[in-house]
């Protein structure tokens, strides 16, 4: 068996490893180290959590140990495609290096420039960079590439996916030509191929893992369920969420919570928060420290879940990450491999649950053909129910409405609040039916077809009674009378948004004519200037504007609501600017409906 005293390594580093606490190099560190000593390039198709960041850093501070920097030359280069990455190679590097006298600077974006010339100026041996903020600094004249000894590309699939290529080939164009490469991905894809035939000289290859390779530390689960409504899917998936958790009883410590999108990152943070748990998001819209800041909390425990997209935690080093949750089944199965990833790592174990919904199906194809195995199902934690009474035995208990002082209150004092009583509030009740008008039966506004849905037949009047006399007063609101009132001047409500309200935010966003679909939810691909920024989100059907019909679903979620400044830009408006904003403003949340705020 190899020993990283086999490794000629410096022994300074060699001393540092050990008070690290490693014992023998991982597969990655044993196959790169020594080629990388001898001065050879390397390719290694290595994944996260193998010990890869080790495999380049050992060797490159046993190199660079000899000789100093000059001033704006720096002597080796590490790109890393996100900030936090760079950031967690520095640390790296601080670990491996005490013993030993090295200059390094950390170029991200989210900091100020000055800093990063400064530290530059004075001459660093490692220079450890996001591609887009390298370049800018290159571009400003202040960096010198020619004394480039040792270039390092991290995570070069990530780059990939982020659109970085172009800018690590011109990166390969500015460091002298002489210089050795070592070259690190998850996957080998054609265009990862093409760059490394161009600019990898012989390279030694060493592959240890296949990216589809799930770690045997990891038990996985897969929670299936299936929301009981369309409306109510987003919430219950977050009732299903909290559940899940809390059943781990002991057993949890801490969890990774991965979401598709970022302002599902945002809204499950916010309802967790609500639910009392202790929990933060973390994606590529929050600013640098304060991302860095949420990484902090959570490897210092003082954050116990950690709310993120997968840019954002992409091969982020965490140890004692006891739950990896995804909320959201990934739409590209690698993410899988990495998103569970993140627990289980250093031969410790760690529990995977995957929450997933009939409409995953496809996703969790791919992915389970990709691990090459099912993935386990578990039992539900909970029993998935719609507290609102059947559409067919009331015409709506979509929108009772009620105050807003259930905000913010325990699970189960809300999910009794979620409850609609027909007793409270009949005439909303019965006012809103959001079935589409032919399931309504209704046929334009007379309310004369033979199928429509009349609530509780009349006894004691024969069947030969004309349909008009069964129909009560209401259910001209809620029958198929009510057709012909949307479509009309219907009034609308400027009322506060309802608990159950909470489910359809995320599915039916917005309605309103006037109100344009919300950019930042916009499925975002592969933007290119910084890594953060270049978050991938996944297209949402649901993201797409809806026809206005179903108004009051759309309304914020009351525990969204009640959260401060994010969210609120995200609240539906109205739309007659200022008259509507005058209303809006002195509405309280108790308020009742507008009086004459008619539907454009
Ligand atoms: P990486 O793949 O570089 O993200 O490393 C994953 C984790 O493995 C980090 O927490 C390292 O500190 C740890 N690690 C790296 N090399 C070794 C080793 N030889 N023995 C034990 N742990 C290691």
Redesign the pocket.
Known sequence: MTTFSDLQLNPKVQKA?TE???????PI?EGAIPPALEGRDVLGI?Q???????SFTLPMITMLARGRARARMPRSLVLCPTRELAA?VAE?FDVYAKHVKLAKALLIGGVSFKEQEAAIDKGVDVLIATPGRLLDHFERGKLILNDVKVMVVDEADRMLDMGFIPDIERIFGLVPFTRQTLFFSATMAPEIERITNTFLSNPAKIEVARQSTTSDTIEQRLIEFKPTRRDMAAKQKRDMLRAAITAEGEAFNNAIIFCNRKVDVDIVAKSLKKHGLNAEPIHGDLDQSHRMRTLDGFRDGSITLLVASDVAAR?L?I?NVSHVINYDVPSHAEDYVHRIGRTG??GKTGVAITLSVPSDEKYLGAIEKLIENPIPRADAPMEVTDNRRPRDEAPSAEKPRRNRRGRGKPDEAQKAEDAPTLTEEPKVEAKSDDRPRRERGGRGGRGGGRNHDRGPRIVGMGEHMPDFIALSFDERRGGPARDFLEETDEVETPEAPEVEAEAGQEEKPKRRRTRKPKVEEAPSEEPKADAQEAETETPAEEEKPKRRRKKKVEEPAADEVAEPAPEEAEKPKRKRAPRKKKVEAEAEPESPPEPSTSEE
């Open positions: 490893i690290a606490g490693y014992e023998t190099p991982t560190q290595a996260t959590g193998t010990g890869k960041t080790a967690q790296n091969g080093d140890p790592r250093a």
